[in-house]
């Protein structure tokens, strides 16, 4: 192939595509993730990990809906399995002939309101670094933090929290407190390639989030067989 083509890539590297296992209720796909390689030639192979500890299982769930491989990684001597050692999920991708797992190289840390990641940023704010901390520490190629508040990160700068305390007649009133500057200076340092060098996915419609992400998924894999095929010499004109 003379530029690299995804779906050529795939059939120059001698990939063993099994029957397809057919994505399910394609009208409810947003439409602006409705390509062809996309649908038919990723999501049938690849296949979402996710560490058992996990509180949510709403991305279990979505994976059912639309007929996606799903696994939880859990912890079992017997059978020498592990949870998930850093992120809450990750993935590989299934062919006949080759597995592609990104388990200990690629990680998406989900957080799922604003109390949580606030608490995160004051409370737990040495446990949380830690986490970041051993992600380079073992050299991860990707980690992608997945908010599931907010849909710009600019847009943080003003959300507030609220909680409940007692009033002058003894009843629960609930107050407001802006938290956004804490939340969007935190994220804004530790993104960066000198602090955590992690990505940000947000999105507050969870049916976005999750093919947000799944895309994310495939462009890297993408990269990864581009970069395969380079090494193979099978792209002639690659810049």
């Keep these: ?19 397809p296992r057919a994505v399910e209720n394609l009208p409810m796909i947003p439409k602006q993730f409705v390509t062809k390689d996309f649908i038919e030639r990723f ?19 979505y994976c059912n809906y639309y007929n996606i491989n ?5 912890k079992d001597e017997k059978k020498h399995t592990e949870n998930l050692k850093e992120g809450d999920y990750t993935f590989k991708v299934i062919f006949g002939n ?20 606030y608490n995160n940023c004051m409370k737990d704010r040495d446990r949380v670094k830690r986490e970041f901390e051993r992600f380079n520490a073992k050299q991860y190629d990707k980690v992608v933090l997945m908010l599931e508040f907010g849909n710009r990160i ?10 409940y305390q007692k009033g002058e007649n003894g009843k629960p009133v609930k107050k407001q407190f802006n938290v956004g500057n804490t939340i969007y ?13 992690f990505e940000v996915i947000m999105n507050k419609n969870k049916t ?8 994310d998924m495939f ?19 690659e810049n």
């Design 70 to 74: 799903f696994e939880w990684c859990v």
């Design 185 to 197: 200076s935190t994220i804004q340092s530790w993104k960066q390639p000198n602090g955590y060098a």
């Design 98 to 117: 080759k597995i592609y797992s990104y388990r200990n190289k690629v990680a998406y840390e989900r957080k799922g309101s604003v109390s949580e990641f």
């Design 43 to 61: 999501l049938p192979y690849v296949k979402i990990l996710g560490d058992s500890r996990e509180q949510d299982k709403w991305v279990e769930q």
């Design 208 to 215: 976005m989030l999750f093919w947000l992400v799944l895309q």
């Design 1 to 19: 192939m003379k530029t690299f083509n995804y779906s050529t890539a795939l059939n120059a590297l001698k990939l063993d595509k099994q029957p």
């Design 154 to 163: 600019d847009e943080l700068i003003n959300l507030e929290y609220g909680f």
């Design 219 to 237: 462009y890297y894999f993408r990269n990864e067989i581009r970069e395969e095929c380079r090494k193979k010499g099978l792209i002639e004109n």
